[in-house]
């Protein structure tokens, strides 16, 4: 018996089929309980108890003929029975109801000389012929319906107590299911830190344990593509450092010059690769400090108003000190601004700043070409092109977005993108005033 508990205890499938069988156990036995009151109530009238059969000589006799109606009456409240006296004059019942068609009833069997047994509607009575006088007693009626309502309400009522048990035990059982959901979402998210609580030792607590261990593979895989290629980038700017010094002892060329472009161009993807990786630990520390913000993003912007399209700022009318990460921030306005002016179609530029009660808002928004709404959820994701068509330098390499994302999340923030084909672009970024992470590099 203890090695059945425990197989059961062990086991969801064992468990979810013991509910089931205890639920169906519970419904046959309400289910019989209620059809056997029903029966043995609807039974009850229909043959006339051999008391009464026995006694029906003193029965009669303590009416009297001429019938004594107030002994009639009491022997009919006292029998909780209903007693019909008739003769050619007089009509009368104890009840009133008169539920049996008496004058319609057919020969059961004789019980003395003046007494038989009748029946109407299925239902027995007693008839009694003397002295002139008709007797009829039978039964009084019972409400059927009203118990047999009684009995299915009970019967329902048991039924459902039962169903909510299950119910409930089947829910509590099915916790663990919610759970590996919420944590498999934030998982997915890429909370990969993320582990499920787990205390089950059946196959739902053998499911969690594989989620976790799912979940230390792919962290340790991540984390060890992550150092590759941290590790990849730094040791590629060595040999890149010697082409940019060859670079230098070469006669000015056409030539010359593209190879600059491109070795800058290596150089700057590098930058960005490595910085990304930087923000997308979970531990990165920023090298945050006090600015007075609308100034620090006037000062970015003016190096831009050069741009052709035009370009307007609007900065509220006082300034407010944020902590941030100069360098960072620096670097998410000019990918915004870069983006907007090559995306822009020599259109109007706006970028405002909106302070808010403990962050700020900074939108960068144009009248350019626009992205496909098919495309905004991924556009900020790395190495994503919206035109895959497009070549590096009108199009880049698809960090630019994906790094300004991190450098807001860095700073407690988020980055958002509103944009419509043929009308523009609209980036809106959020940054708290004094972000969570830590100060020093």
């Known amino acids: 018996m203890a090695g059945l508990l425990q197989t059961i205890r062990y086991s969801l499938f064992l468990r979810l089929l013991a509910i089931f069988s205890v639920t169906v156990l519970m419904f046959f036995i309400i ?29 009669i006799e303590d009416i009297g003929t001429p019938p004594n109606l107030s002994n009639a009456m009491r022997l009919a409240a006292e029998l909780d029975w209903s007693i019909n006296i008739r003769n050619p004059i007089m009509r009368w019942s104890s009840d009133g109801d008169n539920r049996l068609n008496l004058d319609d009833s057919t020969f ?30 039978y039964q009084r009626s019972l409400d059927d319906s009203a118990a047999n309502l009684a009995v299915l309400y009970i019967g329902l009522a048991l039924a459902g107590f039962v169903l909510f048990v299950n119910y409930f035990m089947v829910n509590r059982l099915l916790d663990p299911v919610r759970m590996l ?90 930058g960005d690769l490595i910085e990304a990786e930087r923000l997308n630990d979970e531990h990165t520390a920023l090298s945050a400090e006090p600015v007075q913000l609308a100034e620090f993003v006037e000062s970015v912007v003016d190096q831009y108003f050069s741009y052709e399209g035009g370009l307007e700022i609007v900065l509220p009318p006082e300034d407010r000190e944020f902590v941030i990460d100069k360098l960072r921030i620096r670097l998410l306005l000019t990918n915004l601004l870069n983006n907007a002016i090559r995306h822009g179609q020599d259109k109007p530029l706006r970028v405002e700043v909106i302070f808010n009660e403990a962050s700020a808002t900074l939108i960068v928004e144009d009248q350019g070409e626009g992205i496909g709404s098919e495309h905004i959820e991924q556009v900020c994701e ?41 009308k523009g672009t609209r980036i809106i970024v959020q940054v708290l005033q004094r972000p969570t992470q830590n100060d020093s590099d």
Do not use: W
Not at 36 to 51: K, L, M, N
Not at 119 to 129: A, C, F, L, Q, T
Not at 200 to 226: F, V, Y
């Open 31 to 59: 289910i019989s309980v209620s059809i056997q009151t029903v029966t043995r109530d609807s039974g009850a009238i229909e043959a006339i108890p051999d008391f009464f059969a026995r006694n029906v000589e003193s029965i």
């Open 108 to 137: 059961v069997r004789t019980l003395t000389d003046d007494a038989e047994i009748r029946s109407s509607d299925n239902e027995d009575m007693i008839v009694v012929r003397r002295d002139g006088y008709d007797f009829y007693l």
């Open 181 to 270: 959901r919420r944590g498999a979402e934030r998982i997915r998210s890429g909370d990969l830190s993320y582990r499920v609580h787990n205390e089950r030792q059946d196959e739902l607590g053998a499911l969690t344990d594989s989620i976790n261990h799912m979940a230390d593979s792919l962290q340790s895989m991540l984390e060890a593509k992550r150092q590759l290629l941290l590790a990849i980038s730094h040791e590629l700017r060595t040999p890149l450092t010697k082409a940019k010094l060859r670079l230098e002892f070469m006669p000015e060329s056409t030539e010359k010059t593209n190879l600059r472009e491109d070795i800058d161009e290596i150089d700057h993807l590098i």
């Open 382 to 422: 790395p190495f994503y092109r919206a035109d895959s068509s497009r070549q590096r330098n009108t199009g880049g390499f698809g960090l630019g977005l994906y790094l300004c994302r991190l450098i807001a999340q860095a700073h407690g923030g988020s980055l958002q993108i509103e944009s419509e084909l043929g």
